[in-house]
């Protein structure tokens, strides 16, 4: 009984060291891919990070002269193969050695229907929004011409954003960033109420 008991314990263990590797992972490429995009703060973009939307996050919209973007990063261990790298034909993305438990593609362009449809009903406005999946510390293959989605690594992201055709004039960009940032600061004052203790007199 007691050698059943070391064995279960060393497979949680293990499992629980694995889910911890996972979410560091998730974790020091988010901040990577947040601190590239932070760079371009000084073109004229605002950049915010962890966007709630219904029950699911965003880990990063860019809003700027060249449109909206919305940026999903992955992060996986890479295998030993030095030239092991992401390959994109324009619709599936495949990773070596690790099996995607969701479609990345379809997530993007959940992602940016649901941004787009976001701003249209709380901003007013039509802005042209771009998904791209960032995979961090990966080669990714060239970009398919005319992808709905980029599949990029980190050293490439902002260039694309930055020679995307599409374009916000100013005042689009002031007034749609303005009612993000309301939203932003809403949501933080209702997490903060719930999780403030409740005082009577």
């Known amino acids: 009984m007691a050698v059943g008991y070391m064995v279960y314990a060393a497979i949680r263990v293990r499992l629980a060291q694995k889910k911890y590797r996972l979410l560091k992972l998730g974790r020091d490429g988010e901040r990577i891919v947040g601190q590239e995009l932070e760079k371009l703060r000084a073109h004229g973009y605002r950049v915010y990070h962890d966007f709630l939307g219904d029950k699911f996050n965003i880990d990063h919209i860019v809003i700027g002269p060249t449109g909206v973007f919305t940026i999903n990063t992955k992060a996986f261990s890479k295998p030993k193969n030095p030239d092991a790298k992401i390959e994109y034909n324009g619709d599936v993305v495949t990773v070596p050695g690790t099996r995607l438990d969701r479609d990345p593609i379809a ?19 039509d802005a ?33 954003v930055q020679n995307e055709h599409s374009a916000l004039s100013q005042d689009d960009i002031v007034h749609i960033c303005s009612i993000f940032e309301t939203h932003i600061l809403k949501r933080q004052r209702d997490l903060y109420d719930k999780l403030s203790p409740s005082w009577t007199t």
């Open 107 to 125: 997530q993007a362009k959940a992602e940016r229907d649901y941004i787009r449809k976001w701003i249209r009903e709380n901003a007013n406005r």
């Open 128 to 160: 042209p929004v771009r998904p791209a999946i960032v995979f961090v510390g990966w080669y990714t293959a060239k970009q398919p011409e005319g992808a709905e989605v980029w599949v990029l690594n980190v050293m490439g992201l902002l260039s694309f």
